[in-house]
């Protein structure tokens, strides 16, 4: 969902930077922070849940809070139209790979619980579908999502609804992360990202 926003980036800074050397890998949050304590990388981009980001320098991008959920448009929680997060107890959550955002799962369950649900059953994505949500359409099943998420699901359920719950948000933000001090480079690219719209 966020892709799009990170392709305008990248975009951006080539075109104000023709001479930087960009190489982009894919590698989950242990592994990025891991990569800038050792400097072979220079900037990731991450989600967080907390702000400022300890022993990091940082810039948020997006606003990625979770507001709500999906889940089949057949189920009777669907005909509310906002929910309770413990209502979901019964039916099977569909989450993100631990591997993915390491970390992360504990905050969204901790979460969760401090909110009233703690899910009774779980089901882990496929690797090879990290974003598709047909299992919702397909059954009992629910999915924690953002406003930006859960947007096409507001114009066209295809089966799949958007429900906003009543509880609290769960703050999470996209943030480009590096270790300080700053490279003129970073501090470029924090402007390309300012210039396209990307800061809170």
């Not at 209502?87 to 955002?101: G, M, V």
Request: glycine share 6%; hydrophobic share 45%; aromatic share 8%.
């Amino acid at each position: 969902m966020y892709g799009t926003d990170l392709e305008n980036l990248l975009a951006k800074f080539r075109d104000t930077n023709p001479d930087a050397q960009i190489e982009i890998s894919s590698s989950h949050d242990g592994e990025i922070f891991h990569a800038l304590r050792e400097r072979r990388v220079d900037v990731g981009s991450v989600f967080f849940d907390e702000w400022p980001v300890p022993g990091f320098a940082a810039h948020r991008l997006i606003d990625a809070s979770v507001t709500g959920v999906l889940l089949p448009g057949s189920h009777p929680l669907a005909a509310q139209p906002t929910i309770r997060l413990s209502e979901l107890r019964a039916l099977t959550w569909l989450n993100s790979a631990p591997r993915r955002w390491p970390g992360f799962l504990p905050i969204i369950e901790t979460a969760l619980r401090e909110r009233g649900l703690v899910p009774e059953r779980r089901l882990e994505r496929p690797r090879e579908a990290p974003a598709m949500n047909v299992q919702i359409a397909a059954g009992d099943m629910w999915t924690l999502v953002s406003d930006a998420v859960a947007a096409p699901y507001r114009k066209k359920a295809n089966g799949i609804v958007y429900r906003p719950f009543r509880e609290p948000s769960i703050a999470c933000w996209l943030a480009l992360v590096w270790l300080p001090p700053a490279s003129s480079l970073i501090d470029r690219l924090v402007q390309a990202a300012r210039d396209t719209g990307l800061s809170p």
